[in-house]
């Protein structure tokens, strides 16, 4: 869930996943994405899709998620502005009355918009941390019980390398995103002995059509470029990847972990 609206800016096309990966256990599987209209949301959305699972899509970008569900197969989008959390609880029993269930969650939906340290109030402090904390909680919250009830679901949340790094200029995005890594852990403890999964995905410098539009210039390129061990432009398919493994059976031991995907930055 993008707070603004991103730049319209070309984005290069991401790998194509391979053919030869192919989860059996995914198919059929009703999945629901937050933030899943554009970046590396859609992304895994298109991946899902692809595996042959019934995907929901919720975001505020109405046109995006409209112009997704109307590509993609077995896909949907779900107005829903996060920040909600009344309305999210109530999309997501929509959800699972016209899917039957929900299988796996993937809490993606973030805003990473930069703030000068020295001007954030109390009001925007408290809206940095719903866009990229609190929705992870109370979406995770809200599937639980139907997961717990069929004794198993894997769950998604995502962090960020930036709260690793310390990147300045965005502190309610770094704060959120630590954050993750002890929300992760609890909620592994408070679900795993009803057969639930959580893991979390830490994502670093990835490519997106956000990114491009409003701050990645060719030195912050170069930077990244330099600091990461292999020498590669993460694209949102990257990430992708590593959702689906969460998402299957095949990583039913898997839980309480962190999957960081940033080419060696940190």
């Given at each position: 869930m993008a707070s603004v609206p991103h730049k319209d800016h070309p984005v290069p096309s991401p790998?194509?996943?391979?053919?030869?990966?192919?989860?059996?256990?995914?198919r059929g599987r009703r999945v629901v994405i937050t933030g899943g209209a554009t970046g590396i949301g859609a992304?895994?959305?298109?991946?899902f899709?692809?595996?042959?699972c019934n995907v929901h899509v919720l975001d505020i970008q109405h046109e995006a998620g409209g112009l997704?569900?109307?590509?993609?197969?077995?896909?949907?989008?779900?107005?829903?502005?996060?920040?909600?959390?009344?309305?999210l609880r109530r999309t997501v029993r929509d959800i699972e009355g016209i899917a039957g269930g929900i299988d796996?969650?993937?809490?993606?939906?973030?805003?990473?918009?930069?703030?000068a340290f020295d001007e954030v109030e109390p009001e925007q402090w408290r809206d940095r941390l719903a866009v990229n904390l609190d929705h992870q909680f109370f979406a995770t919250q809200a599937v639980a019980q139907?997961?717990?009830?069929?004794?198993?679901?894997?769950?998604?949340?995502?962090?960020?390398?930036s709260w690793i790094k310390g990147r300045p200029g965005m502190v309610g995005y770094t704060t959120a995103k630590a954050a993750v890594i002890g929300l992760t852990k609890t909620l592994a403890r408070e679900l795993g002995s009803d057969g639930v999964r959580v893991n979390c995905i830490v994502p670093g410098a990835i490519v997106t059509e956000r990114q491009l539009g409003l701050w990645r210039t060719p030195e912050m390129e170069a930077e990244f470029m330099a600091s990461q061990a292999l020498k590669l432009r993460l694209q949102a398919s990257h990430v992708a990847s590593v959702a689906l493994f969460l998402a299957s059976d095949e990583a039913a031991g898997c839980t309480g972990a962190q999957f960081v995907v940033d080419a060696g930055l940190t």
């Open positions: 790998p194509a996943l391979p053919a030869a990966v192919s989860y059996r256990s995914l992304a895994m959305a298109g991946a899709a692809a595996q042959g997704l569900a109307d590509t993609l197969p077995h896909t949907a989008y779900h107005a829903c502005d996060l920040r909600d959390v009344a309305v796996v969650l993937v809490n993606n939906a973030a805003s990473d918009e930069r703030h139907g997961m717990r009830a069929r004794a198993r679901g894997s769950i998604i949340l995502f962090s960020s390398t």
